[in-house]
C-alpha cells in the first residue's frame, strides 16, 4: 500500500530544464511576436482612415475607430510584453505534440489531401479564385447604396402638409381626425400632434404643416407578421385626405435633416431663382418629371405663393373728403384686428400684457371687416369701406432664402428602394426633360442625397490610402516586397466574401458598410502574416536539411516544405480566424435599437473572413510555392526571410 501511494506522488524527473523551457518560449515568442505585433500595427493603421469621415459619418464611426485604435496599440504592446510572460508561467510540464490533438489530426486529416490538390492542379485553382473575384463586380454595382442604414428609431413621425391658406380651425379639425385615424390602428401606443410652429426661433413651420409624433408598442404586441413598414403603409392608406400630402419620417432623424440641409423629407430638389412665381411654376415641373419614378413616394411642392393676405388699401382722395389721415386708419385697423395694449397685469415674477380688439364675431369676414367705424371730427361714424378698398390676395406664405437667392423645394421620400438608384434615375428623367430652368434658375439635390454624395466621395480616395497603408506596414514587416504582396493578395479576395454576404442578406452599399471592408481588410492580412511566418520557417527547415542551392534542393522538396508548413500549423490559423468569427457571428441574431446599423458593418466582415482564411488555407501556400520555384530557377537559391526560429 505504501508503495503504491509513493508512486502515486513520486515526482517524476523533469523532461527538460527550466532553462531550456524558456529558451523554446523565448525562440517561439520572437518567432511570432514580430508577425503578430506588424499585423496588429496593419489593423490599426488600416482603420485610421475613418477619422477622416466627416459630418453624420464622422459623428457615427469616430467613436468606433477610437475605440478600436486604443484596444489594439494596447494589444500590440501585450503581445510583445506580456504575453511571452503569461506563457513562461502557464506552460509547464510534459506538451503533446500538434499531432496528438484530436481536432488538430483531424482537420489535417481533411486539410491535407485537399492542399495536394490544389497544389497539383494549379492553373484551376487560380483560374476558380480569379473567376470568383471577377463575378463581385457586377454584384457590386447591382446593389443599391444609401448614405447610412436607417435607424429604427421605434416611432413614427407623421408630417402632412395642406394647404398654405388653411384657417386655424380647419388645421385643427384635420389634425383631430388624423389622430383618431392613427389610433385606431392596434400598434399605436400614444398619439401627439402639433399644427404649426412651436414658441421657438428654431422652428418656423407654417400653420399648414402638421407634425405627429406616433410611439409604437412593443413589437412583442403587433400583429403577427406585421413590420415598421406595414405599419406605415396602412397609415397611409387610411389618412388620404383630399388636399393634404402625407409625409413618414422619424422624429431623430427629421430634425437631423432639416438642421443640417433644411430639407424635412429623404431628399429635396432645391430650385434657386429670383422671382417666387416663377420657382412656383419650375418647382411644379420638377415634380411633374420626378412623378412615377419607381422609390418616390410622399411627393410634394414646397409652397412659395398661395398664402392668402389681407389687404387694406387707403383711398387718400376719400381720406380728404371725411378729414381723416392715414394714420387714423392704421391706428384704428390696428386696434381692431390686431389688438392695442391698455395696460398690464402683474403675476407674481410675470407681467403680462392687456390688449383689447373686436370679438371673433366682428372680425372673422371681409364683409364685417369693410363694417368696421372710423372716428372723424366732421362726419363721426365713417365705415372702413368709404375709406379704403379691403380684399384678399395672394402671397408667398414663406419666404426662404440660401446663399442670396430665393429658393423653392421639391420634397420627396425614398421608400421601398435604395436611396442612390432612386435618385439617379430622378436626374436621369430631369436631364431628358425639355425647358425645364429658364435663365437664371438652377437645381440642386440635398438631403439625405448631399451626405450620400460626401461619403462616397471621401470614401474613393480613403480605400486606396488604407491599401498603400497596409502594403508599405508589410513590407516593414517583412523586408521583402515580393512577402507584402503576398500577403496583400488576401485583400480582394476577403472582398469575395463580404460581397456575396451583403448581396444575399439584401444590404446596400452605405457608409456602414464601407467602414466594415476597411476593418475586414486589416483582419484578413493579419491572417495572411501568420500563413507566410509559418511557411518561411518551413523553407528555413528545409535549408537547413539540404543546403541552400537548387543542386540539393528539388521541386519536390519544396512542395513537401509548404505541404509541411501549411498543415502542421494549422490550428494557429484556424484560431486567428475563428475568434473573429465568433466576436462578429452573434450580432446577426441581435435586436433592438442600432442593430440596423451594426449589420451593415459586420456582414462583411464575417463573409470576407471566410473567403480571405479559404484563400489563404489554399490559394497562398500555392503562391508561395510559385515564387520559390521561380527564385530557385532564376537565382539557383531560395530567399529566407528570417522568422527567429
Not at 506522488?9 to 517561439?28: A, D
Not at 497596409?470 to 466574401?497: D, K, M, Q
Request: proline share 5%; with cysteine.
Amino acid at each position: 500500500m505504501m508503495n503504491w501511494l509513493k508512486n502515486i506522488f513520486k515526482k517524476s524527473p523533469n523532461w527538460i530544464s527550466e532553462e531550456e523551457r524558456l529558451k523554446v518560449i523565448e525562440q517561439s515568442s520572437k518567432q511570432v511576436s514580430r508577425g503578430v505585433f506588424f499585423a496588429t500595427i496593419i489593423i490599426i493603421t488600416s482603420f485610421l482612415p475613418v477619422f477622416m469621415l466627416t459630418g453624420q459619418e464622422g459623428k457615427l464611426f469616430h467613436p468606433l475607430a477610437y475605440t478600436k485604435t486604443f484596444i489594439m496599440i494596447m494589444d500590440a504592446l501585450l503581445v510583445i510584453t506580456l504575453a511571452p510572460v503569461l506563457i513562461s508561467f502557464f506552460m509547464k510540464g510534459k506538451f503533446r505534440t500538434d499531432h496528438a490533438n484530436p481536432i488538430n489530426r483531424a482537420l489535417e486529416r481533411v486539410y491535407e489531401p485537399i492542399i495536394k490538390g490544389v497544389l497539383k492542379w494549379r492553373k484551376t485553382t487560380i483560374a476558380i479564385n480569379i473567376l470568383a473575384l471577377v463575378i463581385t463586380i457586377p454584384l457590386l454595382k447591382s446593389l443599391g447604396s444609401e448614405f447610412m442604414p436607417p435607424l429604427d428609431e421605434q416611432s413614427i413621425l407623421f408630417m402632412p402638409v395642406t394647404l398654405p391658406d388653411v384657417s386655424n380651425t380647419e388645421a385643427k379639425r384635420i389634425l383631430q381626425v388624423q389622430d383618431k385615424i392613427i389610433k385606431s390602428v392596434p400598434e399605436v401606443d400614444k398619439v401627439l400632434g402639433k399644427a404649426g410652429r412651436a414658441n421657438t426661433a428654431t422652428d418656423n413651420s407654417p400653420i399648414s404643416m402638421i407634425e405627429t409624433i406616433i410611439m409604437l408598442k412593443p413589437k412583442s404586441q403587433w400583429r403577427e407578421g406585421k413590420t415598421k413598414k406595414d405599419i406605415i403603409n396602412e397609415l397611409d392608406a387610411k389618412l388620404q385626405i383630399p388636399g393634404v400630402v402625407n409625409g413618414w419620417t422619424q422624429p431623430i432623424i427629421n430634425r437631423i435633416n432639416m438642421l443640417a440641409t433644411g430639407i424635412r423629407t429623404d431628399v429635396g430638389v432645391k430650385v434657386y431663382g429670383q422671382n417666387l412665381d416663377t420657382i412656383a411654376s419650375v418647382s411644379e415641373r420638377v415634380r411633374k418629371a420626378l412623378e412615377g419614378t419607381p422609390g418616390i413616394a410622399d411627393l410634394y411642392v414646397e409652397p412659395v405663393t398661395g398664402g392668402k393676405y389681407l389687404d387694406i388699401e387707403v383711398r387718400r382722395q376719400d381720406l380728404g373728403r371725411y378729414g381723416l389721415s392715414v394714420d387714423d386708419v392704421n391706428q384704428t385697423v390696428e386696434t381692431a384686428l390686431g389688438g392695442a395694449p391698455i395696460g398690464n397685469t402683474i403675476e407674481g415674477r410675470q407681467r403680462f400684457s392687456i390688449s383689447v380688439r373686436l370679438a371673433q364675431d366682428y372680425r372673422n369676414s371681409v364683409e364685417h371687416i369693410k363694417r368696421i367705424p372710423i372716428m372723424s371730427a366732421s362726419f363721426g361714424e365713417v365705415p372702413l369701406s368709404s375709406v379704403a378698398d379691403v380684399k384678399f390676395v395672394d402671397g408667398p406664405p414663406m419666404i426662404t432664402s440660401e446663399n442670396a437667392m430665393l429658393r423653392g423645394a421639391v420634397l420627396f421620400n425614398v421608400r421601398g428602394r435604395d436611396l442612390g438608384g432612386t435618385v439617379s434615375e430622378a436626374i436621369d428623367k430631369m436631364s431628358k426633360s425639355n425647358d425645364l430652368l429658364p435663365q437664371g434658375y438652377y437645381l440642386e439635390w440635398s438631403g439625405q442625397y448631399e451626405n450620400l454624395i460626401r461619403g462616397q466621395q471621401t470614401l474613393m480616395w480613403i480605400a486606396p490610402v488604407v491599401l498603400v497603408i497596409i502594403f508599405f506596414s508589410l513590407y516593414f514587416a517583412f523586408h521583402s516586397i515580393r512577402e507584402a504582396f503576398l500577403s496583400l493578395i488576401t485583400v480582394p479576395f476577403a472582398l469575395i466574401g463580404g460581397a456575396y454576404m451583403i448581396y444575399f442578406w439584401g444590404v446596400n452599399l452605405s457608409v456602414a458598410v464601407a467602414v466594415g471592408f476597411i476593418a475586414l481588410f486589416g483582419i484578413a492580412v493579419e491572417t495572411g502574416i501568420v500563413m507566410v511566418i509559418y511557411l518561411n520557417d518551413a523553407m528555413q527547415q528545409l535549408v537547413k536539411e539540404k543546403g541552400n542551392s537548387s543542386a540539393t534542393i528539388t521541386k519536390e522538396d519544396l512542395r513537401k516544405a509548404v505541404i509541411y508548413g501549411a498543415a502542421k500549423r494549422l490550428r494557429p490559423k484556424l484560431m486567428t480566424v475563428c475568434v473573429s468569427l465568433f466576436g462578429l457571428v452573434p450580432v446577426l441574431w441581435a435586436s433592438g435599437v442600432g442593430t440596423d446599423v451594426m449589420k451593415p458593418i459586420v456582414l462583411p466582415m464575417i463573409g470576407g473572413v471566410l473567403t480571405s482564411s479559404t484563400h489563404i488555407l489554399l490559394v497562398t501556400p500555392l503562391i508561395f510555392l510559385l515564387t520559390k520555384e521561380y527564385e530557385l530557377r532564376k537565382y539557383g537559391k531560395l530567399e529566407i526571410h528570417e522568422t527567429h526560429h
